[in-house]
Protein backbone atom coordinates (compact mmCIF):
# COMPACT_ATOMS: atom_id res chain seq x y z
CA UNK A 1 0.00 0.00 0.00
CA UNK A 2 1.24 3.41 -0.58
CA UNK A 3 2.39 5.68 2.03
CA UNK A 4 0.72 8.65 -0.04
CA UNK A 5 -2.73 7.66 -0.19
CA UNK A 6 -5.41 10.20 1.23
CA UNK A 7 -6.67 9.87 5.07
CA UNK A 8 -10.51 11.00 3.54
CA UNK A 9 -13.09 8.96 3.50
CA UNK A 10 -14.66 7.93 0.62
CA UNK A 11 -18.46 6.55 -0.71
CA UNK A 12 -19.22 3.53 -2.52
CA UNK A 13 -22.93 3.88 -3.75
CA UNK A 14 -23.25 0.21 -5.59
CA UNK A 15 -27.13 0.04 -7.82
CA UNK A 16 -27.49 -3.49 -7.39
CA UNK A 17 -26.03 -3.40 -3.74
CA UNK A 18 -27.60 -7.08 -2.90
CA UNK A 19 -26.17 -8.94 -5.83
CA UNK A 20 -23.36 -11.19 -6.04
CA UNK A 21 -20.40 -8.56 -6.99
CA UNK A 22 -21.68 -6.38 -4.68
CA UNK A 23 -21.90 -8.74 -2.09
CA UNK A 24 -18.57 -9.91 -2.85
CA UNK A 25 -16.98 -6.15 -3.09
CA UNK A 26 -18.05 -5.81 0.60
CA UNK A 27 -16.38 -8.52 1.85
CA UNK A 28 -13.53 -8.74 -0.44
CA UNK A 29 -12.76 -5.25 0.78
CA UNK A 30 -13.70 -6.03 4.45
CA UNK A 31 -11.21 -8.97 4.03
CA UNK A 32 -8.17 -7.48 2.64
CA UNK A 33 -8.78 -4.71 5.03
CA UNK A 34 -8.23 -7.11 7.82
CA UNK A 35 -5.08 -8.84 6.08
CA UNK A 36 -7.24 -12.22 6.15
CA UNK A 37 -6.68 -12.14 2.31
CA UNK A 38 -3.96 -11.18 0.27
CA UNK A 39 -4.84 -8.32 -2.79
CA UNK A 40 -4.85 -10.89 -5.49
CA UNK A 41 -6.33 -9.26 -8.38
CA UNK A 42 -6.49 -6.01 -7.22
CA UNK A 43 -4.65 -3.78 -10.10
CA UNK A 44 -4.62 -1.08 -7.92
CA UNK A 45 -2.33 -2.48 -4.77
CA UNK A 46 0.47 -3.49 -7.60
CA UNK A 47 3.32 -1.10 -7.52
CA UNK A 48 2.35 0.69 -11.16
CA UNK A 49 0.02 2.42 -8.50
CA UNK A 50 2.06 3.66 -5.45
CA UNK A 51 1.32 6.97 -4.17
CA UNK A 52 -1.24 7.74 -6.40
CA UNK A 53 -2.75 9.39 -4.32
CA UNK A 54 -5.60 6.30 -4.35
CA UNK A 55 -7.91 6.25 -1.46
CA UNK A 56 -7.05 3.31 0.77
CA UNK A 57 -9.63 0.11 0.92
CA UNK A 58 -9.69 1.28 4.81
CA UNK A 59 -11.07 4.21 4.13
CA UNK A 60 -13.84 2.95 1.72
CA UNK A 61 -17.51 3.25 2.79
CA UNK A 62 -20.48 0.98 0.85
CA UNK A 63 -24.17 1.74 0.82
CA UNK A 64 -26.02 1.67 -1.91
CA UNK A 65 -29.71 0.69 -4.02
CA UNK A 66 -31.55 -2.58 -4.50
CA UNK A 67 -35.27 -3.84 -5.49
CA UNK A 68 -34.67 -6.76 -3.28
CA UNK A 69 -34.51 -6.84 0.58
CA UNK A 70 -32.61 -9.79 1.08
CA UNK A 71 -29.56 -9.11 4.41
CA UNK A 72 -25.85 -8.69 3.12
CA UNK A 73 -24.89 -11.12 5.82
CA UNK A 74 -27.30 -13.62 4.24
CA UNK A 75 -26.37 -12.96 0.53
CA UNK A 76 -22.58 -13.60 1.56
CA UNK A 77 -23.23 -16.73 3.42
CA UNK A 78 -24.83 -17.78 0.62
CA UNK A 79 -21.77 -17.07 -0.95
CA UNK A 80 -19.63 -18.65 0.65
CA UNK A 81 -21.67 -22.16 0.60
CA UNK A 82 -21.57 -21.75 -3.58
CA UNK A 83 -17.71 -21.42 -3.08
CA UNK A 84 -17.43 -18.07 -4.05
CA UNK A 85 -16.25 -16.67 -0.59
CA UNK A 86 -14.09 -18.25 1.69
CA UNK A 87 -15.95 -20.25 4.57
CA UNK A 88 -15.69 -18.41 7.52
CA UNK A 89 -15.41 -15.19 5.70
CA UNK A 90 -18.77 -13.62 6.04
CA UNK A 91 -18.73 -14.37 10.06
CA UNK A 92 -15.02 -12.82 10.17
CA UNK A 93 -16.31 -9.17 8.28
CA UNK A 94 -19.91 -10.08 9.76
CA UNK A 95 -20.21 -5.80 11.43
CA UNK A 96 -18.90 -4.62 7.93
CA UNK A 97 -21.32 -6.50 5.82
CA UNK A 98 -24.01 -5.40 8.49
CA UNK A 99 -22.43 -1.69 8.20
CA UNK A 100 -23.43 -1.73 4.20
CA UNK A 101 -26.69 -3.51 4.88
CA UNK A 102 -27.86 -0.51 7.01
CA UNK A 103 -26.60 2.14 4.03
CA UNK A 104 -28.96 0.04 1.49
CA UNK A 105 -31.86 2.11 0.26
CA UNK A 106 -35.07 0.45 -1.71
CA UNK A 107 -34.00 0.78 -5.29
CA UNK A 108 -36.50 1.48 -8.21
CA UNK A 109 -38.92 1.20 -10.26
CA UNK A 110 -40.82 -1.81 -8.04
CA UNK A 111 -43.71 -3.52 -8.85
CA UNK A 112 -46.24 -1.07 -9.45
CA UNK A 113 -44.17 1.50 -8.06
CA UNK A 114 -46.34 5.17 -9.35
CA UNK A 115 -43.29 7.33 -9.13
CA UNK A 116 -42.34 9.10 -12.19
CA UNK A 117 -39.04 9.96 -13.94
CA UNK A 118 -38.24 12.85 -12.43
CA UNK A 119 -39.75 11.42 -8.84
CA UNK A 120 -37.17 8.30 -8.93
CA UNK A 121 -34.45 10.56 -10.19
CA UNK A 122 -34.86 12.75 -7.14
CA UNK A 123 -35.10 10.02 -4.71
CA UNK A 124 -32.35 8.59 -5.88
CA UNK A 125 -30.13 11.57 -5.86
CA UNK A 126 -31.13 12.47 -2.47
CA UNK A 127 -30.66 8.92 -1.10
CA UNK A 128 -27.01 9.74 -2.14
CA UNK A 129 -26.45 12.54 -0.70
CA UNK A 130 -27.73 11.91 2.77
CA UNK A 131 -25.29 8.89 2.66
CA UNK A 132 -21.99 11.28 1.81
CA UNK A 133 -23.57 13.84 4.35
CA UNK A 134 -24.08 11.28 7.48
CA UNK A 135 -20.89 9.58 6.95
CA UNK A 136 -18.88 12.79 5.93
CA UNK A 137 -17.39 11.23 3.20
CA UNK A 138 -15.13 13.43 0.39
CA UNK A 139 -16.90 12.43 -2.01
CA UNK A 140 -19.20 9.39 -3.35
CA UNK A 141 -18.65 7.09 -6.62
CA UNK A 142 -21.48 5.33 -7.68
CA UNK A 143 -21.03 2.12 -9.29
CA UNK A 144 -23.84 0.21 -11.77
CA UNK A 145 -23.38 -3.65 -11.11
CA UNK A 146 -27.30 -4.12 -11.22
CA UNK A 147 -28.80 -6.73 -13.21
CA UNK A 148 -28.25 -6.40 -17.15
CA UNK A 149 -30.95 -4.53 -19.20
CA UNK A 150 -32.48 -4.88 -22.34
CA UNK A 151 -31.37 -2.20 -24.49
CA UNK A 152 -34.41 0.60 -24.56
CA UNK A 153 -37.06 0.93 -26.34
CA UNK A 154 -38.48 4.11 -26.54
CA UNK A 155 -37.44 7.53 -25.28
CA UNK A 156 -38.24 6.70 -21.67
CA UNK A 157 -35.21 6.22 -19.06
CA UNK A 158 -34.26 3.05 -18.15
CA UNK A 159 -33.52 2.46 -14.36
CA UNK A 160 -29.95 2.22 -14.93
CA UNK A 161 -30.11 5.87 -16.81
CA UNK A 162 -32.61 6.90 -13.98
CA UNK A 163 -29.47 5.89 -11.44
CA UNK A 164 -27.36 7.82 -13.67
CA UNK A 165 -29.29 10.82 -13.96
CA UNK A 166 -29.58 11.19 -10.27
CA UNK A 167 -25.50 10.47 -9.55
CA UNK A 168 -24.92 13.45 -11.85
CA UNK A 169 -27.46 15.55 -9.82
CA UNK A 170 -25.91 14.47 -6.42
CA UNK A 171 -22.52 15.27 -7.67
CA UNK A 172 -21.23 11.79 -7.97
CA UNK A 173 -18.73 10.36 -10.44
CA UNK A 174 -19.96 7.43 -12.06
CA UNK A 175 -19.18 3.54 -13.12
CA UNK A 176 -20.85 1.30 -15.42
CA UNK A 177 -20.01 -2.06 -14.60
CA UNK A 178 -22.66 -3.50 -16.60
CA UNK A 179 -24.02 -3.63 -20.30
CA UNK A 180 -26.91 -1.56 -19.53
CA UNK A 181 -27.31 1.98 -21.15
CA UNK A 182 -26.50 4.13 -18.09
CA UNK A 183 -25.37 7.47 -18.81
CA UNK A 184 -25.06 6.45 -22.72
CA UNK A 185 -29.15 7.77 -22.79
CA UNK A 186 -29.45 10.34 -25.56
CA UNK A 187 -31.01 12.39 -22.55
CA UNK A 188 -27.99 12.01 -20.45
CA UNK A 189 -25.64 13.36 -22.86
CA UNK A 190 -25.96 17.04 -22.21
CA UNK A 191 -25.83 16.85 -18.63
CA UNK A 192 -23.09 14.23 -18.32
CA UNK A 193 -20.89 16.77 -20.89
CA UNK A 194 -21.80 19.61 -18.41
CA UNK A 195 -21.60 18.11 -14.90
CA UNK A 196 -17.96 18.48 -14.48
CA UNK A 197 -17.61 15.12 -13.22
CA UNK A 198 -15.66 12.33 -14.14
CA UNK A 199 -17.72 8.55 -15.92
CA UNK A 200 -16.14 5.33 -17.00
CA UNK A 201 -17.83 2.27 -18.57
CA UNK A 202 -19.12 -0.24 -19.86
CA UNK A 203 -19.37 -3.65 -19.05
CA UNK A 204 -16.72 -5.03 -16.42
CA UNK A 205 -14.47 -7.28 -19.17
CA UNK A 206 -13.68 -10.33 -16.89
CA UNK A 207 -13.06 -13.44 -18.66
CA UNK A 208 -13.66 -13.93 -22.37
CA UNK A 209 -13.87 -10.84 -23.60
CA UNK A 210 -10.40 -10.23 -21.18
CA UNK A 211 -9.11 -12.82 -23.32
CA UNK A 212 -10.17 -12.50 -26.72
CA UNK A 213 -8.64 -8.22 -26.00
CA UNK A 214 -5.24 -10.52 -25.62
CA UNK A 215 -5.54 -13.12 -28.20
CA UNK A 216 -7.00 -10.84 -30.98
CA UNK A 217 -4.04 -8.78 -31.37
CA UNK A 218 -1.69 -11.86 -31.52
CA UNK A 219 -3.50 -13.02 -34.17
CA UNK A 220 -3.19 -9.78 -36.12
CA UNK A 221 0.41 -8.96 -34.97
CA UNK A 222 1.41 -12.12 -36.44
CA UNK A 223 -0.47 -11.88 -39.71
CA UNK A 224 -2.57 -15.06 -38.81
CA UNK A 225 -6.05 -14.72 -40.71
CA UNK A 226 -8.69 -15.03 -39.15
CA UNK A 227 -11.71 -17.13 -40.60
CA UNK A 228 -14.41 -17.73 -37.74
CA UNK A 229 -14.60 -17.31 -33.89
CA UNK A 230 -17.58 -18.83 -32.08
CA UNK A 231 -18.14 -18.43 -28.48
CA UNK A 232 -20.63 -20.27 -26.01
CA UNK A 233 -20.76 -19.15 -21.97
CA UNK A 234 -22.24 -21.42 -19.71
CA UNK A 235 -23.15 -19.26 -16.43
CA UNK A 236 -26.07 -19.65 -13.31
CA UNK A 237 -26.60 -17.04 -11.05
CA UNK A 238 -28.32 -14.18 -10.93
CA UNK A 239 -26.13 -12.71 -14.08
CA UNK A 240 -27.19 -16.14 -15.54
CA UNK A 241 -31.04 -15.65 -15.25
CA UNK A 242 -31.24 -12.30 -16.65
CA UNK A 243 -29.11 -12.94 -19.56
CA UNK A 244 -31.77 -15.80 -19.86
CA UNK A 245 -33.66 -12.56 -21.38
CA UNK A 246 -32.01 -12.32 -25.25
CA UNK A 247 -32.69 -8.87 -25.20
CA UNK A 248 -30.29 -8.61 -22.28
CA UNK A 249 -28.11 -10.54 -23.86
CA UNK A 250 -27.66 -9.28 -27.21
CA UNK A 251 -26.70 -6.16 -24.94
CA UNK A 252 -23.74 -8.08 -23.82
CA UNK A 253 -22.73 -9.56 -26.84
CA UNK A 254 -22.02 -6.78 -28.24
CA UNK A 255 -19.37 -5.71 -26.33
CA UNK A 256 -17.93 -8.87 -26.59
CA UNK A 257 -17.70 -9.11 -30.63
CA UNK A 258 -16.65 -5.33 -30.53
CA UNK A 259 -13.50 -6.27 -29.32
CA UNK A 260 -13.14 -8.39 -32.28
CA UNK A 261 -13.95 -6.15 -34.87
CA UNK A 262 -11.37 -3.68 -33.19
CA UNK A 263 -8.86 -5.81 -32.41
CA UNK A 264 -8.66 -8.05 -35.70
CA UNK A 265 -10.11 -4.89 -37.99
CA UNK A 266 -12.99 -7.11 -39.66
CA UNK A 267 -15.89 -9.13 -38.03
CA UNK A 268 -15.16 -12.77 -38.56
CA UNK A 269 -18.16 -15.43 -38.97
CA UNK A 270 -18.97 -17.02 -35.78
CA UNK A 271 -21.45 -15.54 -33.04
CA UNK A 272 -21.50 -15.27 -28.86
CA UNK A 273 -24.14 -17.28 -27.06
CA UNK A 274 -25.07 -17.07 -23.68
CA UNK A 275 -26.64 -20.26 -21.53
CA UNK A 276 -28.16 -20.09 -18.31
CA UNK A 277 -27.15 -23.19 -16.34
CA UNK A 278 -28.39 -22.39 -13.30
CA UNK A 279 -26.63 -25.42 -11.81
CA UNK A 280 -23.42 -23.87 -11.86
CA UNK A 281 -23.93 -20.84 -9.80
CA UNK A 282 -21.11 -17.64 -10.16
CA UNK A 283 -19.23 -19.89 -11.99
CA UNK A 284 -18.92 -19.14 -15.52
CA UNK A 285 -17.57 -21.43 -18.46
CA UNK A 286 -16.86 -19.82 -21.19
CA UNK A 287 -15.71 -21.78 -24.47
CA UNK A 288 -13.73 -20.00 -27.31
CA UNK A 289 -13.54 -21.63 -31.02
CA UNK A 290 -11.01 -19.89 -33.40
CA UNK A 291 -10.41 -20.99 -37.02
CA UNK A 292 -7.32 -19.06 -38.61
CA UNK A 293 -5.28 -19.92 -41.60
CA UNK A 294 -1.35 -19.55 -41.42
CA UNK A 295 1.06 -19.88 -44.00
CA UNK A 296 0.20 -20.99 -47.25
CA UNK A 297 -3.37 -21.21 -46.09
CA UNK A 298 -2.82 -24.07 -43.97
CA UNK A 299 -6.37 -24.52 -41.93
CA UNK A 300 -5.94 -24.59 -38.23
CA UNK A 301 -8.06 -24.16 -34.87
CA UNK A 302 -7.53 -22.54 -31.46
CA UNK A 303 -9.95 -23.63 -28.59
CA UNK A 304 -10.16 -21.97 -25.06
CA UNK A 305 -12.03 -22.73 -22.02
CA UNK A 306 -11.69 -20.21 -19.44
CA UNK A 307 -13.56 -21.48 -16.31
CA UNK A 308 -14.17 -18.49 -13.70
CA UNK A 309 -15.75 -17.79 -10.63
CA UNK A 310 -17.20 -14.43 -12.02
CA UNK A 311 -18.20 -12.71 -8.86
CA UNK A 312 -14.40 -12.99 -7.58
CA UNK A 313 -13.41 -11.87 -10.73
CA UNK A 314 -15.41 -8.75 -11.02
CA UNK A 315 -15.18 -7.37 -7.44
CA UNK A 316 -11.49 -6.53 -7.31
CA UNK A 317 -12.53 -4.14 -10.91
CA UNK A 318 -14.97 -2.92 -8.89
CA UNK A 319 -12.84 -1.68 -6.04
CA UNK A 320 -9.86 -0.59 -8.53
CA UNK A 321 -12.46 1.73 -10.43
CA UNK A 322 -14.06 3.47 -7.27
CA UNK A 323 -10.32 3.99 -6.07
CA UNK A 324 -9.15 5.52 -9.73
CA UNK A 325 -12.24 7.27 -10.60
CA UNK A 326 -12.31 9.23 -7.00
CA UNK A 327 -8.70 10.48 -7.15
CA UNK A 328 -9.63 11.25 -10.77
CA UNK A 329 -12.69 13.24 -9.28
CA UNK A 330 -10.45 14.85 -6.59
CA UNK A 331 -7.88 15.73 -9.23
CA UNK A 332 -10.54 17.37 -11.03
CA UNK A 333 -10.97 15.48 -13.84
CA UNK A 334 -13.82 15.43 -15.80
CA UNK A 335 -15.50 13.51 -18.75
CA UNK A 336 -15.31 10.02 -20.36
CA UNK A 337 -11.96 8.39 -18.46
CA UNK A 338 -10.80 6.23 -21.59
CA UNK A 339 -7.90 5.34 -19.75
CA UNK A 340 -9.68 3.28 -18.06
CA UNK A 341 -10.47 0.76 -21.18
CA UNK A 342 -8.51 -1.84 -19.17
CA UNK A 343 -11.54 -2.42 -17.36
CA UNK A 344 -14.15 -2.85 -19.82
CA UNK A 345 -15.63 -4.22 -23.06
CA UNK A 346 -16.89 -1.29 -24.55
CA UNK A 347 -15.51 1.43 -22.95
CA UNK A 348 -16.34 5.04 -23.31
CA UNK A 349 -14.17 7.70 -25.02
CA UNK A 350 -11.30 6.86 -27.59
CA UNK A 351 -9.47 4.37 -26.66
CA UNK A 352 -7.35 1.14 -27.47
CA UNK A 353 -8.44 -2.44 -28.04
CA UNK A 354 -5.67 -4.71 -27.01
CA UNK A 355 -5.39 -5.37 -23.01
CA UNK A 356 -1.58 -4.36 -23.57
CA UNK A 357 -2.17 -0.97 -24.81
CA UNK A 358 -4.98 -0.60 -22.50
CA UNK A 359 -2.55 -1.62 -19.67
CA UNK A 360 -0.01 1.01 -20.54
CA UNK A 361 -2.47 3.77 -20.84
CA UNK A 362 -3.88 3.38 -17.62
CA UNK A 363 -0.42 3.04 -15.90
CA UNK A 364 0.11 6.13 -17.85
CA UNK A 365 -3.14 7.56 -15.90
CA UNK A 366 -2.07 6.12 -12.48
CA UNK A 367 1.23 8.94 -13.21
CA UNK A 368 -1.41 12.02 -13.85
CA UNK A 369 -3.10 10.86 -10.75
CA UNK A 370 -0.08 11.47 -8.16
CA UNK A 371 0.83 14.55 -6.80
CA UNK A 372 -0.09 16.89 -3.93
CA UNK A 373 -3.81 16.33 -1.96
CA UNK A 374 -5.59 16.73 -5.43
CA UNK A 375 -6.45 19.93 -7.82
CA UNK A 376 -9.75 19.78 -6.42
CA UNK A 377 -10.87 22.71 -3.99
CA UNK A 378 -13.79 20.79 -2.75
CA UNK A 379 -16.17 18.55 -4.24
CA UNK A 380 -18.88 18.81 -6.82
CA UNK A 381 -20.27 22.52 -7.18
CA UNK A 382 -17.10 23.81 -7.12
CA UNK A 383 -15.57 23.13 -10.51
CA UNK A 384 -15.73 23.80 -14.31
CA UNK A 385 -14.61 21.70 -17.46
CA UNK A 386 -12.12 23.56 -19.25
CA UNK A 387 -13.78 23.00 -22.37
CA UNK A 388 -15.90 19.78 -22.71
CA UNK A 389 -16.90 20.27 -26.27
CA UNK A 390 -20.28 19.71 -27.40
CA UNK A 391 -20.17 15.93 -27.04
CA UNK A 392 -20.89 14.01 -24.06
CA UNK A 393 -20.50 10.51 -23.40
CA UNK A 394 -17.46 9.35 -25.44
CA UNK A 395 -15.82 12.71 -25.87
CA UNK A 396 -11.91 12.98 -24.11
CA UNK A 397 -11.25 13.30 -20.75
CA UNK A 398 -11.01 17.13 -19.68
CA UNK A 399 -8.59 18.86 -17.08
CA UNK A 400 -10.80 21.04 -14.34
CA UNK A 401 -9.82 24.37 -14.81
CA UNK A 402 -11.19 24.86 -11.06
CA UNK A 403 -12.82 28.04 -12.40
CA UNK A 404 -16.08 26.84 -10.84
CA UNK A 405 -19.14 26.89 -13.23
CA UNK A 406 -21.25 24.04 -14.29
CA UNK A 407 -20.10 21.78 -11.70
CA UNK A 408 -23.66 22.42 -9.91
CA UNK A 409 -26.20 22.13 -13.22
CA UNK A 410 -27.15 18.95 -12.35
CA UNK A 411 -27.37 19.30 -8.75
CA UNK A 412 -30.85 19.85 -7.74
CA UNK A 413 -29.87 21.78 -4.72
CA UNK A 414 -26.46 23.12 -4.91
CA UNK A 415 -25.64 22.95 -1.20
CA UNK A 416 -26.92 19.31 -0.84
CA UNK A 417 -24.48 18.40 -3.50
CA UNK A 418 -21.25 16.16 -2.47
CA UNK A 419 -19.08 18.50 -0.97
CA UNK A 420 -20.74 21.49 -1.83
CA UNK A 421 -22.03 22.16 1.71
CA UNK A 422 -18.44 23.35 2.67
CA UNK A 423 -17.64 25.00 -1.28
CA UNK A 424 -20.90 25.53 -2.95
CA UNK A 425 -20.67 26.34 -6.67
CA UNK A 426 -21.58 29.39 -8.45
CA UNK A 427 -22.93 28.08 -11.62
CA UNK A 428 -26.30 26.76 -11.77
CA UNK A 429 -28.39 26.30 -9.56
CA UNK A 430 -31.05 24.31 -6.95
CA UNK A 431 -33.24 22.68 -10.34
CA UNK A 432 -31.37 23.04 -13.10
CA UNK A 433 -30.26 19.77 -13.48
CA UNK A 434 -33.90 18.62 -13.95
CA UNK A 435 -33.82 21.46 -16.29
CA UNK A 436 -31.24 20.27 -18.14
CA UNK A 437 -32.68 16.78 -18.41
CA UNK A 438 -35.97 17.65 -19.47
CA UNK A 439 -34.58 20.16 -21.81
CA UNK A 440 -32.53 17.44 -23.97
CA UNK A 441 -36.03 15.40 -23.88
CA UNK A 442 -38.06 17.54 -25.27
N1 LIG B 1 -17.71 -11.20 -14.00
C1 LIG B 1 -18.81 -10.62 -13.63
O1 LIG B 1 -19.38 -10.97 -12.65
C2 LIG B 1 -19.34 -9.47 -14.42
C3 LIG B 1 -18.61 -8.97 -15.49
C4 LIG B 1 -19.11 -7.89 -16.20
C5 LIG B 1 -20.34 -7.35 -15.86
N2 LIG B 1 -21.05 -7.87 -14.83
C6 LIG B 1 -22.37 -7.30 -14.57
O2 LIG B 1 -22.52 -6.99 -13.21
C7 LIG B 1 -23.91 -7.01 -12.89
C8 LIG B 1 -24.12 -7.73 -11.57
O3 LIG B 1 -23.82 -9.10 -11.69
P1 LIG B 1 -24.19 -10.08 -10.47
O4 LIG B 1 -23.61 -11.39 -10.78
O5 LIG B 1 -23.88 -9.41 -9.19
O6 LIG B 1 -25.78 -10.16 -10.63
P2 LIG B 1 -26.85 -10.42 -9.47
O7 LIG B 1 -28.09 -10.85 -10.18
O8 LIG B 1 -26.30 -11.30 -8.42
O9 LIG B 1 -27.07 -8.98 -8.81
C9 LIG B 1 -27.77 -7.95 -9.44
C10 LIG B 1 -28.51 -7.15 -8.37
O10 LIG B 1 -29.14 -6.04 -9.04
C11 LIG B 1 -30.37 -5.83 -8.37
N3 LIG B 1 -31.27 -5.01 -9.20
C12 LIG B 1 -31.99 -5.38 -10.27
N4 LIG B 1 -32.70 -4.33 -10.74
C13 LIG B 1 -32.41 -3.27 -9.94
C14 LIG B 1 -32.83 -1.93 -9.91
N5 LIG B 1 -33.69 -1.41 -10.79
N6 LIG B 1 -32.33 -1.14 -8.93
C15 LIG B 1 -31.45 -1.61 -8.02
N7 LIG B 1 -31.02 -2.89 -8.00
C16 LIG B 1 -31.49 -3.71 -8.96
C17 LIG B 1 -30.89 -7.25 -8.13
O11 LIG B 1 -31.91 -7.27 -7.15
C18 LIG B 1 -29.62 -7.95 -7.67
O12 LIG B 1 -29.47 -7.89 -6.26
C19 LIG B 1 -24.62 -7.66 -14.09
O13 LIG B 1 -25.22 -6.67 -14.89
C20 LIG B 1 -23.48 -8.31 -14.83
O14 LIG B 1 -23.73 -8.44 -16.22
C21 LIG B 1 -20.57 -8.91 -14.10
New binding site residues.
Given amino acids: MSASVSPARVGVWL??????????VVAGCAAVTAGLQPPTGLVTETPAFADSGLPALASLVFG?????D?PLPK?AEALAAGGVLPVGLPSAVAAELAAADREIRP???LPGDTRDEEELITGFAADMRDFVRRHGLARAVVV??????PAPDGAALP??SL?AAAALRAGCPYVN????TGLHHPALAAPAAACGLPYAGR?????QTLLRSVLGPMFTQRALAVRAWSGTNLLG???G???ADPAAAAA?NAGKERVLADTLGTVPEGEVHIDDVPALG?W?TAWDHIAFDGFLGARMILQTTWQ?C??A??AP?VLDLARLVARAHEKGLSGPLSELGFYF?DPVGEAPAALGEQYTALVGFAGRLRGGAGDRPGGVGDSAVEDSGAGGVGDSVVEDSGAGGVGGSVVEDSDAGVGAASEPGDGGGPGRGTDVLSEERR
Avoid at 64 to 68: A, F, N
Avoid at 177 to 180: C, E, V
Fill in positions: IGARGSVATTGHDTVCRGGPNVASTEPSYFTPSDGKTGGGDAALKDKGDSLALK
